[in-house]
């Protein structure tokens, strides 16, 4: 394959790009700012250069990964405004030089509904100004008229990710600062950077994929309780599988965040937040049957193995620290 890579600098599109040269595909990078020409790559350029070359159709598919990430202090017009312009110019670029566009977009479209599992026919109702975002960036990419797959990825981690869910619990287990909320049954769902990355590869190429959506992660979810286990295995220490009530962490996040509203904090994250909180306390579900059925894939790297890579990658492996 030839493949079109946005966002080449970043966790996602980085993941992507390294794959696809390993399979000997040629990659072509999107980046904001002038790069060195990458190994392996086809060309690489700034978004301007991009669109100023000749219109050829030279790529198989284009994989957009540029956004704005889910992150603490960004503001929700940044959200939307970045997110749904990048999406527009890449669709201008998949016009031009792309035979297919692959969108990744997220789990957060769906927000934290009661019915669970979630699937693709879910409704959508993000809960934040980055889940609108995408929810936006799917619709232009579908109206755009052009052959397009939109990859739903959850919560993904893995080595090279910086701020990101997994580092945060990995680093506290590791000084047994965490606290598990409550019993520890509410559920998340994650996926390790590597099937994420060959997730979309797949969906560069599979004929059926054209015109879908395809929710990427884990086939099952795991418990709270379960993830602090495996995450206190990773890094050679052990935690408390229970912790305070939900209801008294939720007290306690909301006061976090009247001090952060109020700049106590002086632009750092607080230890706790509202939304942090809900990642973790809220239950979480999600099925991949049509992705394990028109993809034909399904995530390889489990939670334990997944968690070992990442403590290790961070230095707080069993005798690392």
Same mark, same amino acid.
């Given at each position: 394959?030839?493949?079109?890579?946005? /966002?080449?600098?970043?966790? *996602?599109?980085?993941?992507?790009?390294?794959?696809?040269?390993?399979?000997?595909? &040629?990659?072509?990078?999107?980046?904001?700012?002038? !790069?060195?020409?990458?190994?392996?790559?086809?060309?690489?350029?700034?978004?301007?250069?991009?669109?100023?070359? !000749?219109?050829?159709?030279?790529?198989?598919?284009?994989?957009?990964?540029?956004?704005?990430?889910?992150?603490?202090?960004?503001?929700?017009?940044?959200?939307?405004?970045?997110?749904?312009?990048?999406?527009?110019?890449?669709?201008?670029?998949?016009?031009?030089?792309? &035979?297919?566009?692959?969108?990744?977009?997220?789990?957060?479209? =769906?927000?934290?509904?009661?019915?669970?599992?979630?699937?693709?026919?879910?409704?959508?109702?993000?809960?934040?100004?980055?889940?609108?975002?995408?929810?936006?960036?799917?619709?232009?990419?579908?109206?755009?008229?052009?052959? +397009?797959?939109?990859?739903?990825?959850?919560?993904?981690?893995?080595?090279?990710?910086?701020?990101?869910?997994?580092?945060?619990?990995?680093?506290?287990? #590791?000084?047994?600062?965490?606290?598990? !909320?409550?019993?520890?049954?509410?559920?998340?769902?994650?996926?390790?950077?590597?099937?994420?990355?060959?997730?979309?590869?797949? #969906?560069?190429?599979?004929?059926?994929?054209?015109?879908?959506?395809?929710?990427?992660? =884990?086939?099952?979810? *795991? #418990?709270?309780?379960?993830?602090?286990?495996?995450?206190?295995?990773?890094?050679?220490?052990?935690?408390?599988?229970?912790?305070?009530?939900?209801?008294?962490?939720? #007290?306690?996040?909301?006061?976090?965040?009247?001090?952060?509203?109020?700049?106590? +904090?002086?632009?750092?994250?607080?230890?706790?937040?509202?939304?942090?909180?809900?990642?973790?306390?809220?239950?979480?579900?999600?099925? *991949?049957?049509?992705?394990?059925?028109?993809?034909?894939?399904?995530?390889?790297?489990?939670?334990?193995?997944?968690?070992?890579?990442?403590?290790?990658?961070?230095?707080? /492996?069993?005798?690392?620290?």
């Amino acid at each position: 394959m030839r493949l079109l890579v946005t /966002g080449a600098s970043g966790f *996602i599109g980085g993941a992507v790009a390294r794959r696809a040269t390993e399979l000997g595909c &040629k990659v072509g990078l999107v980046h904001r700012g002038r !790069p060195a020409e990458s190994p392996g790559s086809d060309k690489a350029g700034t978004w301007e250069e991009w669109a100023a070359r !000749p219109a050829s159709r030279r790529f198989d598919a284009l994989v957009h990964s540029a956004a704005v990430r889910h992150r603490h202090g960004v503001s929700p017009a940044e959200y939307v405004g970045v997110n749904l312009e990048l999406t527009r110019k890449a669709i201008e670029l998949a016009r031009r030089h792309a &035979k297919r566009l692959v969108l990744v977009s997220s789990v957060a479209v =769906y927000g934290d509904p009661s019915q669970l599992p979630v699937d693709e026919m879910s409704p959508l109702d993000p809960v934040g100004p980055y889940g609108r975002s995408k929810i936006e960036s799917e619709d232009a990419v579908r109206d755009s008229g052009l052959p +397009f797959v939109i990859v739903q990825p959850s919560i993904t981690y893995g080595p090279g990710d910086t701020n990101g869910m997994m580092e945060k619990i990995l680093r506290m287990v #590791a000084a047994r600062f965490f606290v598990v !909320p409550g019993l520890g049954r509410s559920r998340v769902q994650l996926i390790y950077i590597d099937d994420v990355a060959n997730a979309l590869l797949t #969906a560069c190429e599979a004929p059926a994929a054209i015109g879908s959506r395809f929710i990427c992660t =884990y086939r099952d979810p *795991i #418990a709270m309780a379960d993830l602090v286990r495996l995450s206190g295995r990773a890094v050679g220490t052990w935690i408390p599988p229970i912790g305070p009530p939900v209801a008294l962490l939720k #007290a306690g996040a909301s006061a976090l965040d009247a001090l952060d509203a109020a700049g106590f +904090f002086r632009g750092r994250e607080p230890p706790l937040t509202r939304e942090k909180l809900a990642t973790v306390a809220v239950d979480h579900a999600y099925r *991949i049957d049509r992705m394990r059925q028109v993809l034909g894939f399904e995530p390889a790297i489990g939670y334990e193995e997944g968690f070992r890579r990442t403590a290790q990658a961070l230095g707080l /492996g069993p005798g690392m620290r």
